[in-house]
């Protein structure tokens, strides 16, 4: 009884077409970074990489071929990152909005959605110009929606035991 009183509060608060909302907008986005050919690809991902670098040390005195070496180097480990940073939000709202249709087992379909989500678009980078199939990237998109899935629960359980606590008689009711 409290977990469907807590469930009807959350539907109010969260309707299934507004939860949507962020879910279609972090796949726009991973879509859209899949589109980017490998050039425009290398491109963000090297400019990405000086902006972190920047936030520790003073990029601008460096000489440039020393700064690209160590952007080169670092390349990989920010995209793998970026991998499973997108995948976490989207397993995240994934959750969210399944949450609000589904009683039972949400993380897993969650979880089996982030899936299929990340192979097709490892599916589609192979038509993109100078852009490959990677299935090891699934890995790090199905890590990442493990996290986002992860906290999702946390939050969900931290949530009902506020309203747990916040409304006592609702325990007591039949």
């Known amino acids: 009884m409290k977990r469907e009183m807590f469930l009807r509060t959350f539907k109010k608060l969260a309707p299934p077409f507004v939860t949507l909302i962020p879910l279609i907008m972090i796949s726009v ?15 963000v991902s090297n400019g990405v990489t000086v902006r972190i670098l920047s936030l520790f040390m003073d990029t ?4 440039p071929e020393e700064l690209e070496t160590l952007v080169v180097s670092l390349r990989h480990k920010i995209r793998k990152t ?3 940073l997108e995948y976490a939000a989207f397993g995240f709202f994934l959750s969210l909005h399944l949450s609000t249709w589904l009683k039972k087992l949400p993380w897993l379909f969650s979880l089996a959605g982030s899936a299929l989500y990340g192979f097709s678009d490892e599916l589609h980078q192979y038509f993109v110009g100078a852009r490959m199939m990677q299935l090891k990237d699934v890995g790090f998109d199905l890590f990442g929606a493990a996290l986002g899935i ?4 946390l939050l969900m ?8 606590r916040s409304n006592p008689d609702a325990a007591a009711r039949p």
């Open 82 to 84: 970026a991998h499973v």
């Open 60 to 63: 601008d005195s460096m000489p």
């Open 150 to 153: 992860a906290a999702f629960a």
């Open 29 to 43: 986005t991973i879509f859209g970074f899949s589109a980017q050919s490998g050039e425009k690809s290398t491109e």
């Open 157 to 164: 359980l931290l949530l009902r035991h506020i309203f747990k």
